[in-house]
């Protein structure tokens, strides 16, 4: 079945340091990948994605690579803030006919300080 | 205007207790989902929804009940509430089953003492 694996957290964080979040994925054929953001209190939201290999999606300074022949879509970011503290989770869908199940990575707390 | 909105924001109840949570989404989409988010963060789909009509249903203890009233809304039942029950509740809605682009209202914090 599709699986997708996060590294584990906590990662801490100061100001302005680069961030790397590792996400790898299992699944049959192409599916597309994601990174969602939960915020303390908040539900998850939509941060990027990417629908085929090598596309890349970014937003908010985070960008994520789609590489096929790794398996893996890490999130990083050049200079995190306070502000970006936050879960974030790797998700992926499966493609085909009647597809609606995302299946989420387990998160990755990331704790930024000043 | 709250795109996904779900009532009641938190739920504190006995065991064996039976309660609801209720969602509403503003957004048109045709497409709705309940989510479980443990102690731990881990996210685990419940149930989906497409134009009212059930999509998936995971193995999901059949004290848990959905119900589609129209594709705006999608409520969660559940009854004789236990201890495992305790989590975070999310429901999010997407424009179509496949793009994976998921709307998540701010969940419902269910506590089972």
């Known amino acids: ?114 | 205007d709250t795109a996904v909105s779900q009532t009641p924001k938190y739920l504190v109840t006995q065991m064996g207790n039976d309660k609801s949570i209720k969602c509403e989404q503003n957004l048109g989409h045709d497409t709705m989902y309940w989510y479980k988010q443990d102690s731990k963060k881990f996210l685990k789909i419940m149930f989906s929804y497409n134009n009212k009509e059930l999509i998936i249903n995971e193995t999901v203890p059949n004290r848990f009940s959905p119900k589609s009233p129209d594709k705006a809304h999608l409520n969660l039942h559940i009854n004789s509430l236990e201890l495992g029950d305790s989590a975070v509740y999310f429901c999010a809605s997407s424009p179509r089953g496949g793009t994976g682009e998921l709307f998540f209202g701010e969940g419902s914090r269910l506590t089972v003492l």
Request: aromatic content about 12%; proline content about 4%; charged content about 15%.
């Open chain 1, 1 to 114: 079945g599709n699986s997708v694996t996060q590294m584990e957290g906590p990662v801490t964080l100061s100001e302005e340091a680069f961030l790397t979040i590792n996400c790898t994925y299992t699944a049959t054929g192409y599916p597309s990948l994601f990174w969602y953001v939960q915020y303390p209190g908040e539900g998850l939201q939509l941060l990027l994605k990417a629908t085929k290999a090598d596309d890349k999606g970014s937003n908010k300074g985070f960008e994520a690579t789609y590489r096929k022949e790794t398996t893996s879509f890490h999130l990083e970011k050049g200079s995190v803030q306070v502000s970006d503290s936050a879960v974030y989770f790797c998700a992926l869908l499966q493609s085909g006919a009647g597809s609606y199940q995302l299946t989420f990575g387990k998160g990755t707390k990331l704790s930024v300080i000043p």
